[in-house]
DNA sequence: CGTCGCATGTTTCCTCTGGCCACATCTGCG
DNA sequence: CGCAGATGTGGCCAGAGGAAACATGCGACG
């Protein structure tokens, strides 16, 4: 599964002219920067540097340095929805799935920082300039949808408010996400990276049965 | 209570060379211009024009660029500290306060967008460059903390994971806050400002439901 | 009331970064 | 074989953060 990095190593041990693969080199390159870095503001010449490159090179395959960050980003609502949606498969009962893709989502805050970050950024707004950005991100988005909808479906959930309940579940996980990847629950709550899947699974649960119908 | 603003119309006036209070302008000026903008990434030269001053000057009052922002966004957390402590008076029982400290999280990320976004700006950390800053947001999350020991205490929420119930109630209301600010729901759901308290308020008070003592 | 020191603001310069252009190099196809 | 288009390079410019040297004015002290 790793054609780019051949063509990455080929390029370093070649020196040939011509990269082979250069666009997924880039985004490569900029999501393990980023998440070194933890700052979503890197220089485009440091990332070219990293794929073996000139900086003015980047512009064959992207219009704009936001252009590659939104690339970056697409991907990462990709891999994100296959998370989402193959922790959705892994719950039995349909309020046991809500929490397993709630969990799922800040696990995959944590384990792709870089991506998740630049998922967010705002920089990158009218997402409508991108738009395999705006498609990937919305239908990451339709997993909570879907999975909301089944509970209610098997009447787990009120069925009166659908949206406020995604809205619920999707701001729950989300908000635990930002606030574990930048760090602003280290100081007070001092939180590993392995006890917050717990953590988070226990919140989402405890909203989860909050939003049950009764 | 405008002295600030004052001391700015005495210099845009008289066209002085010393501008009085500079280092307030300084900030007004950042906050408004990324809440107009929507980027916390703005030029410190825009920001010292608008303040009728040269972009050096800034630097008799301020560190850096990022030592402007962490300013704007220490005010912007005794802001938020206040708007809590506010919300918490108003609620008369208990959980009626979880849900009126919640509401008011969202209401201020709305209002003040612009601090808001540069109140968890990645870039600004680590926090312990800026005592003040982590301060004043080590301060405002201690509301939360406080309204829900409270909460606690009158054994209307558990009392096993207390931190892990301030965590789901901050992070329940982060989440809806970023969601809205960076307009993330805009797409799917098209909520106007106004619904948006109505709904954080109906969101926040399931939560509450699930942790409840029961 | 003068004058001197220090805080505050300005000008100028340097470096870094995003983006563009002309040129170089490769690759594939007729 | 050779040409055309795609891909990469180096040089350039403009804008932005930051430092340094200079200018200005406020306030304390004689």
Redesign the pocket.
Known sequence: MRPVDERVRL?KEGG????????D?LVLAAERSIAKSGNV????????KLA?????????????????LAEVAARGFKALEEQLREAGARGRAPDARLVEVGVAYVAFALESAGAFRVMFEPSLKPLDRFPQLAEASFNALAVFHGVVQEAVAAKVLRADDVSGTVMALWGLVHGHACLLVDGHLAGPFELGPDDAAASARLVVRRLVDGLRER
């Open positions: 390029k040939r002219y011509h990269h082979g693969n250069l666009k080199a503001d890197l220089p485009l010449r440091d990332v070219a073996g490159v000139s900086h003015a090179a980047a512009y064959r395959h992207f219009d704009s340095k936001a252009a590659l």
